[in-house]
């Protein structure tokens, strides 16, 4: 009896020692889990040569990590556009008091340059939208936790470039393709949300983990996004493009395609730029004179008695048509494929599995025209029916551009 006792007791210890070993292993296992990070499907996306795969989607912010971004995996990017692109309102929405050079509407009945009807005859491109990669600016969300660096900028003393000392740059960023020995402009932008500041370099490379380029510029986020007309202009600092504007103004970002609607005007480059400048340039690095030269600064308008609606064409041609109304082009620089009527978005597709920091921005148009959802083979612009190779837009007719005499249309 006592034997058979102490036989029960003895499975009965086993029993519960056997439980405790279990929950004690569980806690454990539970522990270093967590602790490791690897309770959620995230990974830190600060190891800078790795590339996207095995099931792992866009860069998003996160808990976690030592940057605060992960890449998500088990998930597929589906509508939303990557991180790291400023919303409209973050990039000179001239809400300082500045003067609203991209963001006002063009008034009614505005007075014409009187040299309009030539300029806009010289016009021999279509409009249309540059899909990439190359000439597309990559520029990032950042603030002070990112990694700083003090570039060194070759024509600082000559041209007057500056980035303020120094800038904050995320590990993961690239500079604008083809690069500077191939006749690129390599920019590299960054958006601070700690400073207020949308700060650029020129001709950006990186060498022994040190960004450097040929020039730069510092302009308040919440300026207009030229060096005139500033209700801070102490806080303009360095150089931006050739008519004193900074890289990023004008320029279209993913967000906005995403939300079906552009609410400034939008930024152009021509091959024959004028020596002189308007409002709100600042300068010109052109040469041109007579009447078929573009002045940089000068603003152009679809007239507004042109149909949008019934074009016919895609939904990105239809809303580049009614900004083209609204708020119109402006001329900032010098270069392109000829006429002003091309216009760039905001580069670096971070969907992209190709992208490798510094040097190759993600290819926004990669996959085919209106594919779905935004993944690793079907990049940003393709999705939202930009077709890849052919930016152009026939159904907006150039015939129906003009040019205003002033930035404000007086």
């Known amino acids: 009896m006592l034997k058979r006792y102490l036989s029960k007791q003895t499975k009965s210890t086993q029993r519960i020692s056997l439980v405790l070993v279990v929950l004690i292993v569980a806690g454990i296992g539970t522990y270093l889990l967590l602790n490791s990070h690897a309770a959620t499907p995230y990974a830190s996306i600060t190891a800078t040569s790795g590339t996207l795969s095995g099931g792992a989607a866009a860069k998003q912010s996160c808990t976690g990590a030592s940057d605060g971004s992960c890449v998500m995996f088990g998930t597929t990017n589906t509508n939303t556009p990557p991180g790291d692109q400023p919303s409209p309102p973050e990039l000179f929405d001239s809400s300082d008091g500045s003067t609203p050079y991209l963001t006002q509407a063009i008034p009614t009945n505005p007075k014409l340059d009187p040299n309009s009807a030539t300029l806009v005859s010289t016009i021999s491109n279509n409009i249309g939208v540059n899909t990439g990669p190359d000439w597309l600016v990559p520029i990032y969300n950042t603030n002070n936790s990112d990694p700083s660096y003090t570039p060194t900028l070759t024509n600082a003393s000559a041209w007057g470039c500056s980035v303020g000392g120094s800038m904050h740059i995320p590990n993961f960023a690239t500079r604008e393709g083809p690069d500077a020995s191939q006749g690129g402009d390599a920019w590299l932008a960054t958006v601070n ?218």
């Open 193 to 410: 949300t700690d400073t207020n500041t949308v700060d650029a370099i020129w001709q950006a490379s990186k060498s022994s983990g040190t960004w450097n380029g040929t020039c730069g510029g510092s302009y308040p986020l919440h300026g207009n996004g030229f060096q005139v007309g500033e209700a801070h202009p102490n806080e303009v600092i360095g150089v931006g493009t050739g008519a004193g504007a900074q890289i990023g103004a004008g320029m279209i970002l993913y967000s906005e395609l995403e939300s079906g609607s552009i609410n400034h005007a939008l930024y152009t480059a021509a091959v024959d730029t004028c020596s002189t400048y308007r409002a709100p340039a600042h300068s010109s690095d052109g040469s041109g004179s007579g009447n078929s030269c573009w002045p940089e600064g000068a603003r152009i308008q679809l007239n507004p008695s042109f149909n949008c609606n019934g074009l016919g064409g895609s939904a990105v041609e239809t809303m580049i048509c009614h900004t083209l109304e609204t708020y119109g082009i402006y001329v900032l620089d010098s270069g392109g494929s000829g006429s002003p009527t091309i216009f760039p978005t905001i580069g670096d597709d971070m969907t992209d599995p190709g992208r490798s920091p510094w040097q190759t921005p993600g290819n926004p148009s990669r996959g085919s025209t209106n594919c779905t959802p935004i993944s690793a083979t079907c990049g940003v612009l393709a999705h939202f029916g930009v077709t890849p190779g052919n930016s152009s837009f026939p159904q907006i007719p150039t015939s129906q551009l003009r040019v205003l005499n002033s930035w404000n249309g007086q």
